[in-house]
């Protein structure tokens, strides 16, 4: 068996959904699942509606108009999605009628993208003969806690969703199922949070313990760099679990990192692949990756990154400095990336505004705090990097060459990554520095 998960270019438009079903058709080798993202764009209109109708606007024109011009390019009925836009608008008067949409509002609404989605990509398979059908996520088995945006499936899911699925594919029917969304056990809709359908297919592949998860996507697999920022950067053809995962945390937008462990538990192999050239072997994610490899696999980046810099000397030497300060980040639901610290100062790079202003004035308790802002962060991720005597002078040779200053810089606690914090400014030519120096291009 194998889980196929498209994401929202490859069910957006009518030319790469022929892509879409072409290759699943391919695929009868291995029974297919396949899991299906919004079309591209829907989940942020889908956002957008909610707030504009808690203040009292309600308009899912823009959203009906998206759906119905993909119904169209395949001659299918619009009655097909009429019970799933007759929800959306429900929602959205609900919420308009109580002036605001809270987290399980907001959910509820998002949802209904991937629901259309489910169920346009199951009646355009069914046009290339398979006997593919519509699923919501939540009625074969995805059922979650409610904690909602952020929704995670409960403890018996995998026993549920093989309950429901099995019987089915074994007699020969290809599901279509919704990406990102669940339900609570009481019934009420939730999402796995933003680019969640990748988890979903992730959950999925590790509950019917299928041979792989291929994760069909608009580029060609997880790239040595952002392709913007380097021209020249190349498709990584295998990768570590733990390889991808710094990856996708330090930034390389192609998988989402909670997607990889319901994989790495079972030994699933994870494979990227290009919706657009899907002869491109792509990238294969496996427990082991390759293990050859020596050096440098990629260097990815994160832009607008802000820098939280506490000292303290009346704490000098003093124990809990550490845990007081993580308590603060806790407490706020700050997430840190990446910690340096000295003696009598902790410096900790943070990639959102939530909570921060918060948490800046909680730390402010503690020691003297300055937050700078537009930072770059760039990592350099590499197999056995601690056993690399290389890589790091090759870092600061090619960055010393270019002029340019490091900020910070933490390396080890992975094994596998040296992250480095330079301006924003310099956050291009940091990459292309790096990538030049290891790769060549
Ligand atoms: N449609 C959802 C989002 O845009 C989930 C996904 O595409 O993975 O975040
Ligand atoms: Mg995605």
């Given at each position: 068996?194998?889980?196929?998960?498209?994401?929202?270019?490859?069910?957006?438009?009518?030319?790469?959904?022929?892509?879409?079903?072409?290759?699943?058709?391919?695929?009868?080798?291995?029974?297919?699942?396949?899991?299906?993202?919004?079309?591209?764009?829907?989940?942020?209109?889908?956002?957008?509606?909610?707030?504009?109708?808690?203040?009292?606007?309600?308009?899912?024109?823009?959203?009906?108009?998206?759906?119905?011009?993909?119904?169209?390019?395949?001659?299918?009925?619009?009655?097909?999605?009429?019970?799933?836009?007759?929800?959306?608008?429900?929602?959205?008067?609900?919420?308009?009628?109580?002036?605001?949409?809270?987290?399980?509002?907001?959910?509820?609404?998002?949802?209904?993208?991937?629901?259309?989605?489910?169920?346009?990509?199951?009646?355009?398979?069914?046009?290339?003969?398979?006997?593919?059908?519509?699923?919501?996520?939540?009625?074969?088995?995805?059922?979650?806690?409610?904690?909602?945006?952020?929704?995670?499936?409960?403890?018996?899911?995998?026993?549920?969703?093989?309950?429901?699925?099995?019987?089915?594919?074994?007699?020969?029917?290809?599901?279509?199922?919704?990406?990102?969304?669940?339900?609570?056990?009481?019934?009420?809709?939730?999402?796995?949070?933003?680019?969640?359908?990748?988890?979903?297919?992730?959950?999925?592949?590790?509950?019917?313990?299928?041979?792989?998860?291929?994760?069909?996507?608009?580029?060609?697999?997880v790239m040595s760099s952002d392709?913007?920022v380097v021209?020249g950067a190349h498709t990584i053809a295998s990768l570590s679990f733990d390889e991808a995962a710094e990856l996708a945390y330090f930034g390389a937008?192609?998988?989402?990192?909670?997607?990889?462990?319901?994989?790495?538990?079972?030994?699933?192999?994870?494979?990227?692949?290009?919706?657009?050239?899907?002869?491109?072997?792509?990238t294969?994610i496996?427990?082991e990756g390759d293990r050859s490899a020596r050096g440098p696999r990629a260097i990815a980046h994160k832009?607008?990154i802000?820098?939280?810099?506490?000292?303290?000397?009346?704490?000098?030497?003093?124990?809990?400095?550490?845990?007081?300060?993580?308590?603060?980040?806790?407490?706020?639901?700050?997430?840190?990336d990446l910690v340096a610290t000295?003696?009598?100062?902790?410096s900790?790079t943070?990639?959102?505004?939530?909570?921060?202003?918060?948490?800046?004035?909680?730390?402010?308790?503690?020691?003297?705090?300055?937050?700078?802002?537009?930072?770059c962060l760039v990592c350099v991720v590499a197999a056995r990097i601690l056993t690399d005597p290389s890589v790091c002078p090759r870092i600061f040779t090619a960055l010393g060459r270019e002029n340019i200053a490091v900020q910070l810089l933490s390396m080890g606690a992975s094994a596998i990554n040296v992250g480095l914090v330079v301006?924003?400014?310099l956050g291009d030519v940091t990459v292309r520095a790096l990538h030049r120096e290891f790769f060549g291009a």
């Amino acid at each position: 068996m194998r889980v196929m998960k498209f994401g929202g270019t490859s069910v957006g438009d009518p030319a790469r959904i022929v892509n879409l079903c072409e290759i699943v058709s391919a695929a009868r080798s291995l029974p297919p699942v396949v899991v299906v993202s919004a079309a591209s764009k829907v989940t942020d209109m889908l956002l957008t509606a909610a707030r504009n109708a808690a203040r009292g606007e309600v308009d899912a024109g823009p959203i009906v108009a998206r759906v119905h011009g993909l119904l169209d390019a395949f001659s299918l009925a619009r009655d097909l999605v009429a019970a799933e836009l007759a929800g959306l608008d429900a929602a959205l008067a609900r919420i308009a009628a109580k002036g605001a949409a809270d987290a399980e509002d907001t959910d509820l609404v998002a949802s209904f993208g991937e629901r259309i989605s489910a169920r346009a990509i199951a009646a355009t398979l069914a046009q290339y003969g398979l006997d593919a059908r519509p699923y919501d996520a939540f009625d074969v088995g995805m059922i979650t806690d409610d904690r909602f945006g952020a929704a995670e499936p409960v403890a018996d899911h995998a026993a549920r969703l093989r309950a429901h699925l099995l019987p089915r594919i074994e007699a020969g029917v290809v599901p279509v199922v919704t990406g990102f969304v669940g339900k609570t056990l009481d019934g009420r809709v939730t999402t796995l949070g933003r680019g969640g359908s990748d988890y979903s297919a992730a959950v999925i592949g590790a509950a019917l313990d299928c041979d792989e998860i291929e994760i069909w996507t608009d580029v060609p697999g997880v790239m040595s760099s952002d392709p913007r920022v380097v021209p020249g950067a190349h498709t990584i053809a295998s990768l570590s679990f733990d390889e991808a995962a710094e990856l996708a945390y330090f930034g390389a937008k192609v998988l989402h990192p909670k997607t990889i462990h319901p994989a790495v538990r079972r030994g699933i192999p994870v494979r990227v692949k290009n919706t657009f050239a899907p002869e491109h072997p792509g990238t294969v994610i496996t427990t082991e990756g390759d293990r050859s490899a020596r050096g440098p696999r990629a260097i990815a980046h994160k832009r607008n990154i802000t820098v939280v810099h506490v000292v303290s000397t009346r704490m000098l030497l003093a124990h809990g400095f550490l845990s007081r300060i993580f308590e603060v980040f806790t407490r706020h639901r700050v997430v840190v990336d990446l910690v340096a610290t000295s003696e009598v100062s902790v410096s900790c790079t943070v990639d959102r505004e939530e909570g921060l202003a918060d948490a800046v004035r909680a730390l402010g308790e503690i020691g003297e705090v300055s937050v700078t802002r537009g930072r770059c962060l760039v990592c350099v991720v590499a197999a056995r990097i601690l056993t690399d005597p290389s890589v790091c002078p090759r870092i600061f040779t090619a960055l010393g060459r270019e002029n340019i200053a490091v900020q910070l810089l933490s390396m080890g606690a992975s094994a596998i990554n040296v992250g480095l914090v330079v301006d924003d400014a310099l956050g291009d030519v940091t990459v292309r520095a790096l990538h030049r120096e290891f790769f060549g291009a």
